[in-house]
């Protein structure tokens, strides 16, 4: 149950252990794993967002995050990984509420019935035929917008049909609403060759073409303590700004991993010496140094959890 955890699966509850703390999950992919501790998992809620609970009872939509060794076989057998989990869950969220990020007509939202199974994506839709952007015609155009649910945000034309889920679907086009913005295909090329107004728009509607991808770290039950504090400054700034991930530098454990990651970025920056004997030496005695240093670290970490 200690086995380090890493990537998150999309799944059902197939059965509460009895000793209270683990769960058998049946995974979309279509095996079972026997004893996934609660930690690691989360429930879909009806807004589409996965979020973690005290307890899970069976049939309940999940994630649930995969060991390293089973996430290894199956990603690779499989071939899950296309697109990420946050991906993932951004699409879970777009269908719970039936509105999406590329505007188009407005969908009628009806609720799920009672005791069914709610259905997950598995890719990113095209972009709708219809060129939204400039709405010829002044269609009833709806997008999804997360800027609708930020405090003292603007939020004409949010909350459309006062019935989803979520507030953040939103009026645009048509009326006195604001024109709707221009999508862009989200997979077709390679990001690094997109122009930065279309990695703008996929980063925030797909969490594609981003700078950094933010997630939790992979080791750590706690999450408000494992978001990595080994990324370098620039990452964390990003992913706090951008995702909410890495705000914090809380424990000991933290500071020094937050320290070591900064003098490694430096000695990276470091011009090498001109001897070559130097330079060998150097070469030679980094990595052990660089081992030491995280072992000292891990070792922190371990003490401050106790």
């Not at 994630?63 to 089973?70: Q, S």
């Amino acid at each position: 149950l200690d086995r380090p955890r890493t990537r998150y699966l999309f799944g059902f509850i197939d059965k509460a252990n009895p000793d209270g703390t683990t769960y058998a999950v049946k995974y979309d992919q279509g095996f079972v794993e026997s004893d996934v501790p609660g930690w690691a998992i989360k429930k879909i809620q009806d807004d589409g967002v996965g979020r973690s609970q005290l307890e899970y009872i069976e049939g309940d939509r999940v994630e649930a995050r995969l060991t390293l060794k089973d996430a290894k076989l199956h990603l690779k057998v499989n071939q899950i990984g296309a697109i990420g989990i946050l991906t993932r869950e951004m699409l879970a969220m777009y269908e719970a509420n039936s509105c999406w990020p590329a505007p188009e007509m407005c969908r009628q939202y009806v609720a799920p019935k009672a005791n069914t199974t709610p259905t997950t994506p598995q890719e990113i839709p095209p972009l709708p035929i219809y060129q939204s952007w400039r709405n010829p015609y002044k269609l009833q155009m709806c997008f999804y917008d997360p800027e609708c649910s930020k405090p003292g945000a603007d939020t004409t034309g949010c909350n459309v049909g006062n019935n989803r889920p979520s507030k953040n679907c939103r009026y645009c086009g048509f009326d006195n609403y604001p024109r709707c913005k221009r999508p862009y295909h989200c997979q077709i090329g390679s990001p690094h060759r997109w122009p930065e107004v279309q990695r703008d728009w996929c980063c925030k509607a797909y969490n594609i073409g981003c700078k950094y991808l933010c997630r939790w770290g992979k080791w750590w039950p706690d999450e408000s303590r494992g978001w990595g504090p080994w990324w370098s400054p620039a990452k964390r700034d990003w992913c706090c700004k951008h995702r909410n991930i890495g705000c914090e530098k809380n424990t000991e454990a933290s500071n020094l991993m937050f320290k070591f990651e900064e003098v490694k970025e430096q000695l990276h920056r470091h011009v090498p010496p001109k001897s070559p004997r130097l330079q060998r030496a150097i070469s030679t005695m980094a990595p052990t140094a660089s081992v030491t240093l995280g072992v000292v670290i891990a070792m922190v970490s371990l003490a401050t959890l106790a």
